[in-house]
């Protein structure tokens, strides 16, 4: 008997409570879609890296391939680059699909296949920043690991960025790392760098989500930045039974 008037008290308190509609509009979040801190972690590990009078970084990176059936094919690299006051470069490419190997001696850039024995060397200009530029632009020539070069250096790409957050800590390879996600038209990219007074890039992300197949691009980073180098590291000498070839323009191809 007495538990009627219990019942009826809590009915009525739901009665008096704000009914909740469908059309209500969610709790608003003042969480900023792109987080100043993090993009400013993103444009100081770049002002460091550009800061450098020499470094040398390994890496070893994973890529997605997607065939015309839509099938991914997942294939390995090992990756070297070597940079002297950022107006030499020496690259190294080997992987499943192809081994590379870059000069550039901040007068001329030199592409080789050592497996294959051919080599072919343009004229460059003496900045890297824009040496890099015209061999990707003027030849399609990607050199490894460019990306190092890139981060945070044009305000175009920061502004790009629809989404900056950070996830939290990590360690890569023993050393404990602050984790990133960043997301912009057509791309989703995660980055791990060093927490220490030295902003290094610990591993990098990248995800093409314009593509069905969502293929990857990863690869992990081992840095030295104390190397020995010497000059003659970045030109070219061709070897015994070499054979130089002409460099086309990627535009000259296209023409064709």
């Not at 061709?238 to 000259?252: F, M, Y």
Request: hydrophobic share 35%.
């Amino acid at each position: 008997m007495t538990a009627k008037p219990r019942v009826f008290c809590l009915l009525l308190t739901l009665a008096l409570l704000p009914a909740a509609h469908a059309e209500d509009p969610p709790a608003a979040d003042d969480t900023p879609l792109v987080n100043p801190q993090v993009v400013d972690k993103l444009i100081d590990m770049g002002d460091y890296l550009r800061s450098l009078p020499k470094f040398q970084v390994e890496a070893d990176v994973s890529r997605d391939t997607v065939l015309e059936s839509g099938q991914k094919i997942k294939t390995e690299s090992v990756n070297t680059l070597k940079v002297l006051n950022h107006e030499r470069l020496y690259a190294r490419s080997e992987g499943d699909v192809r081994t590379r190997e870059l000069y550039y001696n901040g007068k001329q850039l030199t592409q080789y296949a050592p497996y294959l024995k051919y080599y072919t060397t343009v004229e460059a200009p003496p900045k890297l920043s824009d040496a890099l530029h015209r061999f990707e632009d003027y030849y399609g020539i990607q050199v490894p690991l460019e990306d190092l070069f890139l981060f945070g250096s044009d305000q175009a790409q920061i502004d790009a960025l629809k989404e900056a957050a950070y996830v939290g800590p990590s360690r890569i390879n023993g050393q404990l790392c602050d984790h990133l996600a960043f997301r912009q038209e057509g791309t989703d990219w995660q980055l791990w760098i060093t927490r220490a007074e030295k902003p290094l890039p610990c591993k990098l992300v990248i995800t093409t989500t314009d593509s069905p197949s969502f293929p990857e691009y990863i690869a992990v980073y081992r840095w030295n930045l104390k190397p020995t180098l010497q000059e003659s590291m970045f030109t070219f000498k061709p070897g015994k039974g070499d054979v130089a070839i002409p460099l086309k323009k990627v535009t000259a191809q296209a023409g064709q």
